[in-house]
């Protein structure tokens, strides 16, 4: 049963904690906090992954106002179809932008959204002079080094008590992660990266390293970069970085997806980016690519055979085992592609080559040894008024076609759709992909269409979604095709100043295997259905600039139809955010959580140091607590810390195997720096 008294004096605690500050203006935003709707699914049980540097890309390479395209705006969180299509008509009516405040008059834009997308834009004022000569702006002197931005990151962080791996000697007796990074960046048009990173258990502090060099709008070069490097085309069927948005509460932003060409590396994932060269060059309305890449990665080996095993994405080195097979392999990469701009419209072709140094081994998902992939795509991004039509059609090298289309359009100035049908059959062999679906990712062996809808009027936002899927393969032994269906709906409302209302309400069913028993007591195969629904309440609360709480309560249900099983669980947190005293700032959160087991699990995603997104499965019974501080301590210097303890008391351990601690009381401690120029 769920302790409801807990949750009782949880709730008074956080309703009279809402009361003890008076109200002012409102409180501007945290990022993490802006697009928490939009991240929560996408980092489910992961921590400071690729997803991080989408959103600081967007916050260290906005968009410029007075250049940007409607693709270039719709790559902003919140700014739809219709709003795109608003900025850049008055832009044309009025002129060029002289400051980003007025956006307030564009029809559609409200303070609020404002205020959310403000990190995202800026504008250019060099090039506003060089364009528009009659507009006149004072301007002093620029010493080049003052174009000049460089940042240093250094983080450390560590876990309690050692865990099991450290006391038998299974690990190398190093138990702290340590991150450093250098960027620099001049004029907006020159990047340099170098990175750094050790993760826990592993003994060379540069067990991990990462650089690059980066430019745009240099000699005959649109985008130029030397060094590691990712790439993001069309819709990700045939190559795209390996992270991206989910489905979540906002129903059509994260859906279609907003490619960025060659993008810098600057991550810790050891294996998903590329190593090498790579350029787009501009001629008319032609953007050509190309690219070539020689990196080794993880793998297991069969060093009779000469085959690749597997590949372990996990990046761990602890111990002489996981040593060996730290960059066992190679893979040598090129491709081009060429892509037709006009009034916003695109139409692309990918090609690349990729060879092995190794054969992969036949497994559930390579059928045959294999050194040589080839991938073609097209895909095409068309708008018309308030229309966009995208997709992408790629073939692998077995000639499988996988495809992706959809629709989005606003339906009126405050109501949008998206549609999307996917076909990705079980035999396309999807290497560098990372195309949409209910997997997100994998790019294979589903088919399926996704409605979404957004509509905001006088009272709030409405979000809705419905997206049904089948796997056209056994994902394990059975021979019995799975699938299933989802919806959510989801309400937000401003119903009391300075006050946020969310109610969400999902339920996803999926056919699933299992074993089952008849009357001989014999062991046979079957189709089941897995029903989940999760209900969730949330009130936000700004106090001024200063102060801010939250809380939320959610309940998640699990039932499986053949034998009746149902598991249910519930999760409570509540949160303070406050300045208490000049230059600090101080948050904390309280959770409460109780769930019959992992299978009703319940995820949270939580506040951490700059440049770090972390989420969690919360499950069992148990509280989690942490508290955050942000200490500006010179012009040029952040310092932040963040302690958290995760306390179950229905098991006298957490964890399994090597990774096992021996009490129900785990601790940790993160420590950052962060110096800018």
Known sequence: MIDTKKFILLIIFLIFNS???????????????????????????????????????????????????????????????????????????????????????????????LNKIRQFIFIDRNKLIEENNRIEIDQTYERPLSRLKIQYRQRFYQSFPRRKGYETGRYFNSPFKLYNRLTADYSRNYFISILSEKDPGEKSYLDFVSASFFAKDIFIFKKFVIGDYALEFG?????????????????????????????????????????????????????????????????????????????????????????????SAKEKLFGSRLSYNVNSNQFGLNYYFSRFDKAISPNSYFKDYKTDFNYISTDFNLFYESLNLFGEIARDRKSNLASIIGLQASISRKA???????????????????????????????????????????????NFYFDQFKFLFPLTYDKTLTGGKEILFAYETPLISKTKYLLRYKNEIKEINSYSTDQFNRTKKVTDLRQQQNLRLEIQKFFGKDYRTAFRIEYVNVFYKLNAKSEDGILAFGDLAMEIMRNLRFKTRLTYFHTTSYD????????DVAGVFSSSAMYGRGWRWYVLLNYKALDFINLSLKYSELFRDDVKKLGSGYDEIPTNLSKSLTFQLEMKF
Not at 441 to 457: A, D, I, M, V
Not at 600 to 607: C, G, H, P
């Open 19 to 113: 009361r003890i500050f008076g109200q002012s203006d409102t409180l501007e935003i945290p990022v993490d906090e802006q697009i928490e709707n939009i991240l929560e699914e996408s980092i489910q049980d992961a921590d400071d992954t690729q997803i991080n540097e989408i959103i600081e890309e967007l916050i260290t390479n906005p968009v410029e106002l007075n250049s940007a395209s409607i693709d270039d705006l719709l790559r902003i969180p919140y700014i739809d179809l219709e709003l795109a299509k608003q900025i850049i008509q008055f832009r044309n009516k009025y002129g060029y932008y002289l400051t980003t405040g007025e956006l307030i008059n564009v029809s559609g834009m409200t303070p609020e959204l």
């Open 235 to 327: 819709q990700g069927l045939s190559m795209w970085r390996q992270i991206g948005f989910a489905k979540g509460t906002d129903a059509v932003f994260p859906i279609k997806k907003k490619s960025n060409g060659i993008v810098q590396y600057k991550s810790t994932d050891e294996n998903q980016f590329f190593r090498g060269i790579a350029f787009t060059s501009n001629i008319w309305n032609f953007d050509l690519t190309l690219f070539f890449s020689s990196k080794s990665f993880d793998a297991r080996i069969d060093t009779i055979e000469s085959l690749i095993l597997s590949t372990p994405l996990d990046g761990y080195h602890r111990n002489e085992s996981e040593l060996t097979r730290k960059n």
């Open 416 to 462: 949008n759709f998206v549609f999307v049908f996917r076909n990705y059959p079980a035999e396309y062999i999807n290497i560098h992909g990372y195309g949409f679906g209910e997997r997100n990712g994998p790019t294979n062996n589903e088919r399926g269409f996704y409605l979404g809808l957004n509509h905001s009027f006088k009272y709030g936002t409405i």
């Open 600 to 607: 009703t699990r319940i995820y949270q995603l939580e506040s």
